[in-house]
């Protein structure tokens, strides 16, 4: 059993990883603010980029139901244990599942082709949805994008590969290649092809995300062939243990549906805006919560596996301290700052102050979600890496049940910002219910916990203090026009982290050293000459 516990190594060694997740993220979600940004000043808030986000969603949701979810619920798990039995037993599992996914994917990507009136009409047609014109613009988009869902797909099995050998380098990058897609694309085919330009930069990129994990898996030593073996032992664990995360996912898709249904009947712009919003939470979403989650499941499973409860429980707590740690600061800036943020990234060209206030007016409230979520993500990766995914997608149930009901209830009064406050419901109903189920099926972690976050809120109180204090003086004080929007931003936000690290550094938090001392040593790599080859 110490063999095994060491193999999944230290709880320390959880910044390292989440770290070296979120340096990539953070180049994955700087391209996505450029993408955003880029739409906004071609496109701006228009129909045919509701059009646009609705094709989008197509393969973003399969994904979701096909990969996404078995990633970090069955995949990783289960390809962790048959990574500690060593290369050959994983290339075995790897080559099945992935003979699986190809053939299935190809008879989807067909479907779609034949299927994209009816999805499109599905999602954004009806009495009140998009307009004849618009409709058939967002079918024609769901065909450009359905070769998508094989690339992201195939490219998932492999990242899953990736994260149970625990190789983060490179892998983080992968979703930054995505984006460079559009980041390229937009600028340059949109005077020729219009909105499909962002189709073609949304294929591009996920060619290129392909591309480069395959590049990496080679790099690991696994290669991997189609063998079309069905009766694999691994596919059986893992439809097991997807099976209630597809009955969840199947909910979660009539949820997404059911908004982009009703968002469409509140305006052409409403999604458009939504997306926008949603773009600016999400990045502390993706550069932190996603980062550590994923970086500390392969840990928490092979502590699970080697009956190591001590382990598993200071990694998730130590997990649970880190995002914290991180996405309180972050909310408080957007929430303080949203307003010249928001002008800052994306009010140029076809973008209008208008579009401005209406999604900083969604982005508050979506603020409020993203704590809850962040926090979530580690509870519900806590469950997968213990091979329980029922209560996780009972739990995600009961949370589009919730939205549906605020949802249904506040669209007619409050329009696109009903679904919003929506939600956001959802958001902090599932993250309260996985903390009691944690509590009631893992048992308290260490006595810490609690306190860290108390610490952390004292501190993020603090920082939220001081940048409200600023900021009112500095936006009298400084020019109108982007320049005074990137110098009360950056001034802004420079003094309330200073007060905010400091008072972390004072209480001394161990997680809080942890990330000092691994941007310490990264800085210092980098820093250092290189070696004399004489």
Known sequence: MAEQTERAGPPGSLARSAGLLALGNLASRLLGLLREV??????????????????????????????????????????????????????????????????????????????????????????AGFDPDLLALTTQLIRWLAPAVWLLSVAGVWVALLYALQRFALLSLATAVFNLGIVLAAPLLAPLLGIFSLAVGLLLGSLAQLLLV?????????????TLRFDHPALCRILRLYLPIAAGLGVSLFQVGLDRRLASATGAQSIAWMA??????????????VAISLAALPKLSQFFAAGDERGYRQTLASGLRMVWIW????????????????????????????????????????L?????????????FAFY????????????????????????????????????????????????????????????????????????????????????????PLSAWLPPGWAG?????????????SVYGWLLWTLKLAEAEQIRLFLQTRLRRRSAPPLDSA
């Open 38 to 127: 880029l739409i906004a000043a071609i496109f701006g808030a228009t129909g045919q980029v509701s059009a646009f986000r609705v094709a989008a969603q197509v393969p973003s949701l399969l994904y979701d139901f096909l990969v996404g979810g078995m990633l970090s619920a069955a995949l990783v798990p289960v390809l962790s244990e048959y990574a500690r039995q060593g290369r050959p037993a994983l290339v075995q599992a790897g080559s099945a599942l992935l003979s699986v996914f190809v053939v299935v994917l190809a008879g989807l990507v067909l479907l779609l082709e034949v299927t994209a009136p009816h999805l499109a009409f599905l999602l954004a047609g009806g009495l």
């Open 368 to 380: 409020l979600g993203m704590l809850c979520a962040a926090v979530d993500y580690p509870l519900n």
């Open 485 to 497: 929007d990137l110098a009360l931003v950056s001034l802004a936000s420079a003094v309330g982290l």
């Open 214 to 226: 395959a590049f990496d898996l080679r790099r690991a030593g696994l290669a991997l062939r189609l």
């Open 276 to 289: 926008n919003a949603t773009t600016l939470q999400q990045l502390p979403l993706g550069l932190v919560s």
């Open 385 to 472: 890496a213990r091979f329980n995914t029922w209560l996780p997608a009972a739990v995600g149930v009961l949370s589009v049940f919730l939205y549906t009901v605020v949802a249904l209830a506040l669209v007619q009064r409050l329009g696109f910002l009903g679904l919003v406050w929506a939600d956001t419901a959802k958001q902090a109903g599932h993250a309260g219910l996985m903390i009691l189920l944690l509590w009631r099926f893992v048992g308290p972690l260490r006595g810490q916990t609690l306190q860290g976050f108390a610490q952390v809120g004292l501190a993020g109180g603090a920082m939220a203090a001081t940048v409200a204090l600023i900021a009112q």
């Open 327 to 366: 996405v309180l600061p972050a909310g408080v800036l957007l929430w303080l700052l949203g307003t010249p943020v928001t002008r800052l990234l994306f009010e140029r060209g076809a973008f209008t102050p208008v579009d401005t206030a209406q999604v900083t007016q969604a982005l508050h409230l979506y």
